[in-house]
Every structure is written in C-alpha cells, then in structure tokens.
C-alpha cells in the first residue's frame, strides 16, 4: 500500500482525532514528558495512524501522526512512529474489531501491572466499564525481551485473553506485568483515551479499597452483570438510549 491508494480526507480525519486523543492523555495527567501513544485504524483496516516516538505534547501537531501499514512499515510521515507500534499492530490483527488503541504508564494501573496483579472488581464504577477484574498478562521472558520484545508484548496480552477465554470487546483492557497497562475501543481514539482514564480511576479505588480493607472480596456477581448490561449490550437502558 502506498498513500496515493488511501482516501485522503479519511486519512486527515483519522490523523486529527489520533492527534487530539493523544492530547487528552496529557490533559487527563495519565502521561508526562513523551510518554504514552495512542493508535487508529482506518475503516478499511489496511493501515493506522500513530502517535510519533519521543516527541513533547506541548509541540505536537496533526501532521505529525505517522501512518503505519499492519505489516509495521511507515506509509507516510517524516518522524519514527511510537517504539510501541509492534503492539498496537499485532493487537489490530488478532482483536479484529479494535478501532484505537492506547497505552499509558498511569500510576495507579502501573502499580498493578509491576505487581503482576488483576484489578478486582470491587464494585459499580469497575462494573460498569470491565467485566470482571482488568486482567494482568505475565511478564516476558529473557528470549521474548531481547527479540521482537513489543511485538512479544502483544502476544502476551492475546495470549492472556486466549488462555482465560477473555472477551476483548467486554473487558477493553489488559496490564503487562512490569510495564503497564494497555486500553482500546471498538469506537473511536477519544474513548479509547476516555477508557484509560477510567481504568486508571478504577486502579485508585481498588488500591484504596484495599488500604481500607485488605481483605476485601470482589463485589457480588449478580451486582456486575446488573451493572455492565445495564450500560452494555441490546438490553442496555443507561443513558439516553432509545430502544
């Protein structure tokens, strides 16, 4: 593929709310300095736009978002695309109704991730965004770390997701152990943006409740499905959702 093949208005509408999704990582104090990336993909799935590698969010523009085929070449763009950019590719193609992608070093999610911990579901707010607890891939090995590692970071979040019978599309999240937490839509980038910064809310209050009590169970059953299929699915009712 090359850009003379792809429809350029998409192409700048894509680039735009890339852009704008990754200034919200900064406006929701879920990045500093040039961490953090946010992804799209185009409606076609033949490519995706990335936020660029190392570059400060107080001069980053639109034009600066990188174009990226799925088999990890740079279709357009003058800057090298986010070091994470063999994740998000490999998550594109194995959960094929992702539609952005982000990734944070969000301190509370971080916390859980360095512990090589789920996020229990200790009640409502949790429930009405992930269901059951955010789970936690396990740590790499030495051969996944020294060859092809963000690539290999991917495949232990699809492998995570594979081996528990996970749905992705119901539970966006995922923590890699001694790294850091990875969201995605089925949407667009800015509730992929909105959807970290809800699971970092989510990491606050389960370590809270944990300073509170720490023996605390996760909330009962019956209280999370009410809770994620009143939001969730063709019975859903919050909201202004009209049926």
Request: charged fraction near 25%.
């Amino acid at each position: 593929m090359t850009l003379k093949d792809i429809n350029l208005q998409e192409l700048k509408e894509l680039k735009e709310i890339v852009y704008q999704a990754n200034m919200l990582l900064s406006e929701y104090g879920l990045v500093i300095h040039t961490w953090g990336n946010v992804s799209a993909i185009s409606k076609d799935r033949s490519y995706y736009v990335i936020k660029p590698s190392g570059v400060s969010y107080k001069t980053m523009k639109p034009d600066d978002m990188v174009v990226m085929d799925l088999n990890d070449n740079v279709i357009s763009g003058t800057l090298n695309p986010s070091t994470d950019m063999p994740t998000h590719s490999i998550l594109y193609k194995t959960f094929d109704k992702i539609q952005a992608i982000v990734h944070t070093h969000s301190p509370h999610a971080v916390a859980f991730a360095q512990a090589g911990k789920d996020i229990p579901c200790f009640g409502t707010t949790h429930a009405d965004n992930f269901f059951g607890p955010v789970p936690c891939a396990r740590d790499l090995t030495k051969e996944e770390i020294n060859s092809e590692y963000e690539k290999n970071t991917g495949k232990v979040i699809i492998e995570k997701f594979k081996l528990n019978n996970l749905d992705y599309a119901a539970t966006p999240a995922c923590l890699v152990k001694e790294h850091g937490p990875f969201c995605w839509s089925l949407k667009n980038a800015i509730d992929a943006s909105n959807l970290a910064l809800t699971l970092e809310e989510v990491a606050k209050m389960a370590i809270y409740t944990m300073q509170v009590d720490n023996k605390a169970t996760e909330a009962k059953k019956e209280l999370q499905l009410k809770h994620y299929y009143r939001k969730h699915g063709p019975n859903a009712y919050y909201g202004q959702n009209k049926k």
